[in-house]
């Protein structure tokens, strides 16, 4: 079964831009979750989506948003970049359910905000 | 919101020894999930091992066991046998049973394994 895809995995951008970032979960998962991971502040938790609704949300301005298709692929937005947006971000999968509490992890998409 | 603190940012070890790993967290819920998560270099994040707050049993996966104390809220790793592929970060998380996949993770411990 293949794993948690994300594309693209590395990207520049310029301040005042917007970026979109996609993550494929692995077959049969609905939850998708996503991540910021930053030297200084670790792992943040952004926002969760389970079955094409916004589940959990983590706190992050409103530049940060998501959604999920029918197919449990995921997106994330990022409007109007700062700096600060320069990170690592991690989208992870799961089934979802209650009691189904492994989160498989992709690798990563590389921001990088200029 | 749920705090996870991992107070030793490095550690080494040399192989084929034992290492333990620290982590504590806050919470004022009774039921939820404890996890181990493995980042080597410039690699994906996995799953080490994972720990239901319900059970008083530690978790163990071959290498890998815990030392789960609930009311000190203490959940720490023992890594036995230590290999160089060991060497990676180690995240500790926490996830409630109650609110969804909303994981929260330590800042991480690296490991070196000295040969």
């Known amino acids: 079964k293949a794993g948690v895809t994300q594309t693209p995995r590395y990207l520049i951008k310029t301040r005042g831009q917007q970026v979109t970032l996609s993550c494929s979960p692995i077959?049969?998962?609905?939850?998708v979750s996503w991540y910021q991971q930053t030297p200084g502040q670790g792992l943040q938790f952004l926002f969760e989506?389970?079955?094409?609704?916004?589940?959990n949300k983590g706190n992050f301005p409103g530049r940060f948003s998501g959604r999920q298709f029918s197919n449990s692929r995921s997106e994330m937005n990022v409007s109007t970049l700062e700096l600060g947006d320069s990170a690592l971000y991690l989208c992870?999968?799961?089934?979802?359910?209650?009691?189904?509490?492994?989160?498989?992890f992709g690798p990563g998409t590389r921001l990088t905000v200029t | 919101a749920q705090t996870v603190t991992q107070s030793q940012p490095e550690m080494s070890v040399q192989e084929a020894e034992t290492v333990t790993l620290s982590c504590t967290y806050d919470?004022?819920?009774?039921?939820?999930?404890l996890f181990w998560y493995k980042q080597p270099p410039s690699r994906q994040m996995i799953l080490v091992i994972r720990?239901?707050?319900?059970?008083?049993q530690n978790a163990t996966e071959n290498r890998f066991s815990v030392n789960f104390q609930k009311a000190a809220k203490s959940f720490s790793l023992k890594i036995s046998d230590s290999q160089l592929g060991d060497a990676a970060m180690y995240f500790c998380?926490?996830?409630?049973?109650?609110?969804?996949?909303?994981?929260?993770f330590g800042t991480g411990t690296s490991l070196t394994v000295i040969p």
């Open positions: 992870a999968s799961s089934l979802g359910g209650a009691r189904t509490y492994e989160q498989y």
């Open positions: 077959s049969g998962h609905r939850s």
């Open positions: 989506y389970f079955s094409e609704t916004q589940r």
């Open positions: 919470t004022s819920e009774s039921d939820y999930y």
């Open positions: 720990q239901e707050a319900y059970k008083q």
């Open positions: 998380a926490y996830r409630s049973a109650y609110s969804g996949n909303q994981f929260y």
